[in-house]
């Protein structure tokens, strides 16, 4: 069973710029959830989908941030327009039973602000 | 305001031995205590887990040890070895709510 993938895995942009990233969550789980670790700092939640609808957004760090999932299969997460303080790696994981508890994480995405 | 508190940052244990990381937690409400282990290059991967009604759960050389009084719950790993060289994260979450709150991370080096 192919687990959750990210792609891409690294990506450097100039401040001001769009970037998007795209989560695949392993086949059948309902549950999808964005966290992002800043340099030095804990992992930290943004969002989690049940679906294709938001559950719980409450961890988006400001409206520069986009996520959706379309069809309930793969999400997005799109920053525009970047700024210095969204480097950092992001993650996403996916859970199939109710509870949410065993998430289980891609390799994520290594974002880099210049 | 930092809900898990996770110490040490890092730690050297030598091969053979027994390593040991602390996490500290403020709000009752967690009702869900996992331990992720991380690879350099790789995603979080869950470990091990326990819920407040045990106050130990063990699998294999990886046990948790839950102290509910203290909010405080900690992974030992028996015999450690090279390959368990990674960094180590706790959490936790609260029933209905299935944000995980993490600690900071144990880099732990395994020297043979």
């Known amino acids: 069973e192919a687990g959750v993938t990210q792609f891409p895995s690294h990506s450097v942009i100039e401040k001001g710029q769009t970037v998007t990233l795209r989560c695949d969550p392993i086949?059948?789980?309902?549950?999808l959830y964005w966290y992002r670790r800043v340099m030095g700092k804990e992992i930290k939640f943004l969002l989690h989908?049940?679906?294709?609808?938001?559950?719980?957004e409450s961890g988006m760090p400001n409206n520069r941030f986009l996520a959706e999932r379309t069809g309930g299969t793969y999400s997005t997460l799109k920053v525009q327009p970047a700024e210095l303080e969204d480097s950092g790696v992001y993650f996403c994981?996916?859970?199939?039973?109710?509870?949410?508890?065993?998430?289980?994480f891609g390799p994520g995405t290594r974002l880099t602000v210049t | 305001q930092q809900q898990v508190k996770q110490s040490p940052q890092s730690l050297i244990v030598q091969k053979g031995g027994i390593s040991i990381i602390n996490c500290a937690y403020e709000?009752?409400?967690?009702?869900?205590f996992p331990w992720y282990q991380q690879f350099p290059g790789k995603g979080p991967a869950l470990l091990i887990a326990?819920?407040?009604d045990v106050s130990e759960k063990k699998e294999g050389r990886f046990t948790i040890s839950f102290n509910k009084s203290a909010k405080q719950f900690s992974l030992h790993i028996m015999d450690s070895q090279p390959g368990d060289s990674a960094t180590y994260f706790c959490?936790?979450?609260?029933?209905?709510?299935?944000?995980?709150?993490w600690g900071a991370g144990t880099k732990l080096i395994i020297k043979p």
């Open positions: 959490a936790a979450s609260m029933r209905g709510n299935y944000q995980l709150i």
């Open positions: 709000n009752t409400a967690f009702d869900y």
């Open positions: 326990i819920r407040p």
């Open positions: 086949s059948g789980h309902d549950n």
């Open positions: 989908f049940v679906k294709e609808s938001k559950q719980d």
């Open positions: 994981a996916s859970s199939q039973d109710l509870r949410g508890t065993e998430q289980y």
